[in-house]
């Protein structure tokens, strides 16, 4: 859902969702433009060059939701790497005071590039600066690009850094290929891009409570927009509103054994917690894929699985530097 008020919280950081209604305190940014699906390290450093050209400006990020291609393409499956909060705090954890999120509907999408330039960027938030990927594209039908961006933005005296991609052994860093890591079973791969364990946050839904009769009660939270990795187990570690942390071991599925339902979910298991989550915001972060889902014989042989999948998980999260979920 696209939110309808123009500004909103989020821990020391404001979201604006207006450009039409900027505070003056965040006018005259250096702002970042991008999607940030993930806010990986090729995000980081936009983020850090938009900085380094204006240390004494508001630092800001520009972007939008929903993604793009969730409103070109709605029936996709869905992708996203982090939702509007998640990536929030992935961007204040860089130094970002002020986020312009702005809704990508009918209207924004026919917006042409020009329009976008002196409309948004120049008279809706007065940017002194802005940094961008070299890929970054905007207004209707993608019309504008860097060399436009460019031309403009220096017609109107506002600095422009092109940041080059960040590069590995395997080419560019980008959030499509967090995505295929993920997908093909590799969290501690997508870590590396990312910076970070990648997690899933939401809400902790109601389940069968099976869990909890056979010794391992699990937190269930649901997909919802989020891309669903490899379907199997994982060590993973689980950060609680209150910032406190715990180790466990997860399933990502729909749980062949007892009752194959039509959705996959994720169902967390956390070692040494005793307690109620229930309708509580948590992040569950991937760590390692342990092995794939299968279907077992009956809930004895799942349970004796199930206790070492746990045993596997502690021990490698013992042997991690630091855990961060």
């Not at 965040?26 to 702002?31: D, E, L, P, T």
């Not at 990020?61 to 996709?76: G, N, S």
């Not at 802005?130 to 890929?135: F, I, R, T, V, Y």
């Not at 889902?293 to 630091?322: N, S, V, W, Y």
């Amino acid at each position: 859902m696209i939110p309808t008020q123009p500004s909103r919280t989020n821990g020391g950081m404001r979201i604006i969702t207006d450009w039409r209604h900027i505070p003056p305190e965040a006018r005259g940014a250096s702002v970042a433009l991008g999607n940030f699906d993930g806010v990986h390290l090729g995000h980081e450093a936009v983020i850090r060059a938009a900085h380094a050209a204006r240390p004494t400006a508001p630092l800001m990020a520009l972007t939008f939701e929903p993604h793009p291609r969730e409103f070109f393409r709605p029936y996709d499956p869905p992708f996203r790497l982090t939702l509007s909060a998640e990536r929030a705090d992935a961007l204040a954890r860089l130094g970002v005071t002020w986020v312009v999120e702005l809704a990508f509907d009918e209207a924004f999408s026919l917006m042409e590039a020009e329009e976008f330039i002196s409309g948004v960027l120049l008279a809706g938030l007065d940017a002194k600066h802005l940094a961008c990927g070299a890929d970054f594209a905007f207004g209707h039908r993608r019309g504008g690009d860097i060399t436009l961006l460019s031309t403009r933005s220096e017609a109107l005296g506002i600095g422009l850094t092109i940041v080059p991609p960040v590069m590995d052994a395997e080419g560019p860093l980008s959030s499509t290929r967090i995505r295929r890591l993920l997908q093909d079973g590799y969290p501690e791969r997508a870590a590396q891009l990312l910076g970070r364990p990648w997690g899933i946050r939401g809400i902790v839904s109601h389940g069968d409570k099976r869990g909890r009769t056979i010794g391992f009660p699990t937190a269930n939270i649901p997909f919802g927009r989020h891309l669903e990795p490899a379907r199997g187990v994982y060590a993973v570690t689980a950060r609680l509103p209150d910032g406190t942390e715990y180790p466990g071991v997860a399933n990502i599925g729909r749980r062949p054994t007892v009752n194959e339902g039509p959705e996959s979910r994720l169902e967390a298991h956390l070692f040494d917690f005793s307690g109620d989550l229930y309708d509580q915001d948590i992040t569950v972060s991937l760590h390692a894929f342990l092995r794939a889902e299968r279907k077992f014989a009956g809930l004895d042989d799942l349970r004796g699985q199930i206790a070492q999948d746990a045993t596997e998980a502690r021990k490698l999260l013992d042997q991690l530097p630091a855990r961060q979920a």
